[in-house]
């Protein structure tokens, strides 16, 4: 397998001890704490596992700003949905870079949205879990970071 791939996972299907590093790492960053072993003893893994994984593991987020997202994602036929998904990119500061929506099929269509993620753009998955959230939205998945 190449060890060069990445990929794009929801929170709870990530492993425990990887989530407790990205915590290590802002406790680091925030400077809460001065050392490896005071942040691994503050989220309870040790300093081997942060050491270990500390270069696999990121907040998507942080790893986007100046990319490109592509998104997909299907959707009810109803009237102003499209207008209320592009709202929801439109708050979070991106860039919309193309839209494209399929004909729908039994009153559900298929929307693909790329974005450009700016420097002013808020967080990427708190945007995602937003699209998710607006109802008649279903199956928001990332398709591909540039």
Known sequence: MDESRYFVLKRRAVPEVLLKVVEAKRLLDSEKVMTVQEAAEAVGISRSSFYKYKEDIFPFHDSSQGRTVTFTLQMDDEPGLLSDVLKIVAQFRANILTIHQSIPINA???????????????????????????????????????
Do not use: C, F, N, Y
Not at 125 to 142: C, L, P, T
């Open 108 to 146: 559900v269509a298929s929307l693909s949205i790329s974005v450009q993620v700016l420097p002013t753009t808020q967080d990427v998955s708190k945007m995602i879990a937003e699209m998710e959230r607006q109802k008649g939205v279903h199956h928001v998945k990332i398709l591909a970071k540039e």
